[in-house]
């Protein structure tokens, strides 16, 4: 056990040390605009969030479920569900239509338990490096802060937020020290689920 474990810890590392390395050879992108900020936008299911399915009146079709990593959800009566990438009104349209092949007129209620879905990674010159649940709009510095904050070697000139696109991999550089000089506002961006924030040492 304790050897597997060393292994794990030893491939955290690897996988930290190649994504520095990528963070700081990668040209940096200019601030996306925060279009987001204050949007209310409705929440996408995603693996491995846990899901309350409710159906009235029928106990026994009523299931707490993880979605796999296949996307999909076991539901009683209907087998596999594809879960990933539907908010929660469109997976309870899918449920409920299926159902009525079976009940009458079924109440379907989908509830997020558990957005486990939703996160950012912190690698490098922090305290506590690892995934942190996005549970509200947070900004580079304010998850670096959830974090433990900087540690003694950290290089915050040169902080990079690696986002995956259907482009590919866009690198975002945020200078902590410009921006506490009052330079380079626009640098403290809103930070999205699957963000991974690199802080080079």
Do not use: H
């Not at 594809?82 to 009940?103: D, F, H, N, R, W």
């Not at 996005?134 to 802060?145: D, G, K, P, Y």
């Amino acid at each position: 056990m304790a050897m597997r474990r060393n292994l794990l810890v030893a491939f955290g590392w690897l996988i930290a040390l190649a994504l520095l390395g990528t963070a700081c050879a990668r040209p940096a992108a200019d601030p996306p605009p925060d279009e987001l900020l204050g949007l209310r936008v409705p929440y996408v299911i995603g693996i491995p969030d846990i899901l309350r399915i409710t159906v009235w009146k029928n106990p026994e079709l009523s299931v707490e479920v993880p979605v796999r990593s296949d996307g999909k959800i076991s539901v009683p009566l209907l087998d596999d569900i594809q879960a990933e990438g539907l908010t929660p009104a469109e997976l309870k349209e899918v449920i409920s239509g299926k159902l009525a092949e079976y009940i009458s007129s079924p109440s379907v209620t989908v509830i997020v338990l558990q957005a486990n879905s939703q996160t950012v990674t912190v690698v490098g010159g922090v305290l506590r490096a690892g995934t942190l649940p996005l549970n509200r709009q947070m900004r580079v510095l304010e998850v670096i802060a959830a974090v433990g904050g900087f540690n003694t070697w950290a290089n915050r000139s040169d902080i990079r937020v690696l986002r995956p696109t259907p482009e590919g991999m866009v690198s975002y550089r945020f200078n902590y020290s410009a921006y506490v000089a009052g330079k380079e506002p626009e640098s403290n961006i809103l930070v999205e689920p699957g963000d991974t924030i690199v802080i080079p040492e």
